[in-house]
């Protein structure tokens, strides 16, 4: 091919384009010609077809419209069904309550002395998101922190650690009720720390500040200004406000008032001062005003105390009482304890054991067993009793607490001499059998109150021990009417002198005067409960006999005579039941009297329990307690002297003189 011939256009064979074409072009041979050129055959066109759309957009329309409908769902959920709840979870994000402490009512005396008061305190919180290593810059903020605060609010530094890595929460409470010299101190660490912190930073340090997450808040602590006087019947307030005990227990509702709560918005655990607040204002608690008058409380409380201390006794209790209201005037124990600092308190000193403990009272009980005699007129205060030195009854052999000849006494001498075996003789009178007589002495056991609420409503207060006359045993029967075999605690042993001093009407004894209201307006307390015991004749009677325990000099009770007044009373000396074993061991030393003996005013009871050193003899060492404590109480509501001479029973008779019946021995049955 020239170059001037344009290029040969290659016709593709018939073979190409269809299948087996290359195949068949290989096999043939080769031709002696040139083959002849067919026409290539018409293609078909291919033609695309589309899908149907209405399948498809029903099936996004159904997709788009589930997808929306729990769009619906949820947002009715949130804003209808669960909106209440959604939104106390924000408020309570947004929002912080605090608590405002309604302020505890005092107590005091019936003159409106305190003997329980509140004082401002503070409570030391802490925001322990505060002191982790992010907020506080410190590693161990913690640690340091709880080294520093320890020893001023008087807490354990690892307690203290364990407080401030506390998590999820922005607040804690370290300590309660502080003074508010402590949190003083408190407050000049912060700044010092902070202060620090601040150079630190200027200087760029990281300007830690250990200290930067503590708090306070304002709280009140109880105080009581008299230290230990009247403990016992105060009690206490323990750490979360509340009463622990005594008095501060059993009137809690009314001295603790009402609680407040502020509500406010706050941010990042700080309030927000232009988002506004909701308070509900705190109701302070209701003042109390006690029949106590805190300096015979006082006088009471320094006798016993100082005669338990020399008699290196157990225990002893002291009451005062008005026979004419039946208002307790003092109520002292020794031991006590400080309610200002219960650490250092004896638990077994902390109750109130002039009203828990329960012992057998002895021959002061004997008043008790005279006045049935003669309320049954079985007998006179002139009666003669022949009192021999042994007396034989049941399963005993019994005795007086001294061995004596026969002695020839009056019924005022067997009471005067407190003779045993002349209070068994007189009460086996009260019935042509023991069991008959049994009965009627138990009655008046039972008006007494023995074995019964002394009605002080006292926390932990005791009834004693009174068995029915039935179930009496051989020996009791004979023992219950000097004062072995029956128990019962101080108060009611004071309440049976003020219920004869009292011309023979029983008035329930009183702690409480009255409540001050919030307003200031004072309430008076409830009339007590009284009901007659005996006549007023035989009242009259038994004080005169009382009398001459004290007046007479063959009485056991001389060490209780007070010049210028005429006093009626009555020693005891009872063995003692020991707690621990359940046996007797020691004795009980009582003495039980009221003043002026015409004319009642005050009745006074003592009781110590195993006076080990000197004498046991209630006469010897409660006697001379009784008398201090009887003269200041006399002394205090200026109680004018006895005008009168005292009555002069006769305590003995000349052996062969028969004036009136007489009680005779009965055989034991």
Known sequence: MSPQEPPRRRVPGPGRGRPGGDRARATARPASRPATRRP???????????????????????????????FVVRLLQVQAVDASAYSAKASENRFASYTLAAERGEITDRKGVALATSVDAYDITADPHMFTPQESKAPDAPEQAAALLAPIIGKDAKELTERLKTRNTRYVVLARRQTPQ?????????KVFADKAAADKKNNGPGANVLGGVFNENSSKRVYPNGDLAAGILGYVNADGKGGGGLESSLDKKLAGKDGELTYAQSGGRRVPTAGSSEKPAVPGQDIELTIDRDIQWAAQSAITEQVAKSEADRGYVIVQDTRTGEVLAMANAPGFDPNDLSKASSAAMGNAALQDVYEPGSTAKVMSMAAVLEEKKAGADTHVEVPNRLHRGDRLFKDDIDHPTWYLTLNGVLAKSSNIGTILATGQLGPTQPEANKVLYSYLDKFGIGQPTGLNYPGESRGILAKPEKWSTSQQYTIPFGQGLSLNAMQ?????????????????????????????????????????????????????????????????????????????????????????????????????????????????????????????????????????????????????????????????????????????????
Not at 42 to 47: D, E
Not at 49 to 70: E, W
């Open 40 to 70: 290539a055959p018409a293609s078909t066109p291919h033609t695309i077809r589309l899908g149907a759309p209405k399948p498809r957009l029903r099936l996004v329309s159904v997709g788009l419209t589930l997808v929306m409908l729990a």
């Open 182 to 190: 402590v949190w003083n101190q408190i407050k000049d660490l912060k």
């Open 493 to 669: 042993a004071a309440s049976v002198y003020s219920t004869i001093a009292n011309g023979g009407v029983r008035v329930q004894p009183t702690l409480v005067r009255g409540t001050k209201g919030p307003d200031g307006r004072f309430t008076p307390a409830p009339a007590p409960a009284q009901h007659r015991v005996v006549s007023p004749e035989t009242a009259k009677t038994l004080a005169e006999m009382l009398e001459s325990v004290v007046d007479d000099q063959e009485g056991t009770g001389t060490r209780a005579r007070i010049p210028g007044y005429r006093v009626g009373g009555k020693t005891g000396t009872s063995n003692r039941v020991d707690p621990a074993t359940g046996r007797y061991k020691g004795y009980t030393a009582s003495f039980a009297g009221f003043a002026p003996a015409d004319n009642p005013r005050i009745t006074v009871y003592c009781a110590i329990q195993n006076p080990i050193k000197g004498s046991y003899f209630g006469g010897q060492i409660c006697g001379p307690i009784y008398k201090k404590v009887m003269e200041f109480a006399l002394k205090t509501l200026q109680v004018a002297p006895t005008g009168t001479a005292p009555a002069g029973l006769p305590v003995t008779y000349e052996s062969g003189a028969q004036p009136g019946p007489q009680p005779s021995p009965q055989p034991g049955q």
